[in-house]
């Protein structure tokens, strides 16, 4: 692994980032482009996957 690889902590901090952003709770009538389109599902998969890097680099004892 590089020295510019991203380390577990901001994985973590960068993997909040979109779900906050897909758990925000709007009426219907307040959704927003992304919402419509269903991009909450993509959010929380990002979100996932960030996880998952981050506790893959933990394992590895970065």
Known sequence: MTDSAPDPVTLR???RLPTA???RPRSVDQRDG????GAERALKQLAKDLEA???HLDRKGR
């Open 34 to 37: 992304l919402e419509r389109l």
């Open 13 to 15: 901090m960068a993997a």
């Open 53 to 55: 890097t981050a506790d």
């Open 21 to 23: 952003r897909a758990s």
